[in-house]
């Protein structure tokens, strides 16, 4: 069978149209997967001077009390802090930087161990908590294997306190958290956790004598939204070790032992109960006979 010219650019044009609509599609798929990844920030500790403005960006945006003070830790007065490391031991040598806050973790533990839905990780990627919810049992602040929520001493409510991302901010259109903006050195990106990886994978095949090859929170507990780059081993600089499955057996831990807890406090309410009433009636025996005596 012969094909005529005009049939074989025919299928040479449906060929390429298929192609191209092929190709398009992937495309598209693959901008559609890049949109539903979530919300990331990537800390370059290498890039970090101490300057402590995303710091006070954080207060600013959050309206903390003490707007210009520089934050030691974290607390219901500041979501994040830089902390200062000095490895050299002899005060001496400069310190190494660097920013902590809320992990945001994308199977957080503190979600797990909330029990009244005050803690939410959001698809876009911020854990946020919700004052209206919560009651004040501190289940979060035990479950978090960063050690990040904290509990406000001085309200009568007893709130819990974290950094959410500006998750507020950003669905009102700000393009990133108010930290992020205002860091002048380029230590903080903000952007999708996927192309955030993909960003700290790149400068560590770039410049292997720069930095270490690991990107903290990448697998910790299953991995997080905020991400660190670093000359130096973690460890070195106070991060904590903790296994990549995800942690939310730190919740169910507590959640176990709160029936535990509850039964050994019941228990205890009785038994006192039963000393004090037991006594009492000592004590009016021992009354009845004196009258009686007298």
């Not at 037991?278 to 009845?288: D, G, N, P, S």
Request: net charge neutral; aromatic share 6%; with cysteine.
């Amino acid at each position: 069978m012969t094909v005529s010219r005009r049939d074989f650019l025919r299928g040479g044009a449906l060929l390429s149209a298929v192609m191209l609509a092929r190709q398009a599609h992937v495309a598209q798929a693959s901008s559609t997967d890049d949109e539903d990844q979530p919300w990331g920030i990537l800390v370059d500790l290498t890039r970090c001077t101490g300057c402590n403005s995303c710091a006070l960006a954080c207060k600013a945006a959050n309206q903390l009390p003490h707007p210009t003070t520089l934050p030691q830790s974290l607390s219901a007065e500041a979501y994040t802090y830089v902390a200062a490391i000095n490895l050299g031991g002899n005060g001496e040598s400069l310190p190494q930087y660097a920013k902590r806050q809320c992990m945001h973790c994308l199977e957080p533990a503190c979600v797990s161990a909330c029990t009244v839905g005050a803690l939410q990780k959001t698809p876009e990627g911020p854990v946020v908590y919700n004052a209206s919810k919560c009651i004040g049992c501190r289940y979060c602040q035990y479950a978090c294997p960063f050690g990040v929520p904290t509990y406000d001493w001085n309200n009568a409510l007893g709130l819990i306190h974290k950094c959410q991302m500006c998750a507020t901010r950003l669905a009102d259109g700000q393009q990133q958290p108010a930290c992020v903006g205002a860091c002048t050195s380029g230590a903080l990106r903000f952007g999708t956790r996927k192309a955030l990886l993909a960003q700290a994978h790149a400068q560590i095949s770039s410049n292997p004598d720069k930095y270490i090859d690991h990107i903290y929170g990448e697998h910790e507990v299953g991995g997080t939204s905020v991400l660190y780059l670093s000359g130096l081993p973690f460890a070195a600089l106070g991060f904590p070790e903790l296994p990549e499955q995800p942690v939310p057996h730190y919740a169910e831990a507590v959640m176990r032992q709160t029936p535990v807890i509850a039964l050994a406090m019941a228990s205890l309410a009785t038994t006192l109960y039963w000393i004090t009433k037991r006594r009492q009636q000592q004590l009016a025996i021992a009354v009845t006979e004196a009258g009686n005596d007298h």
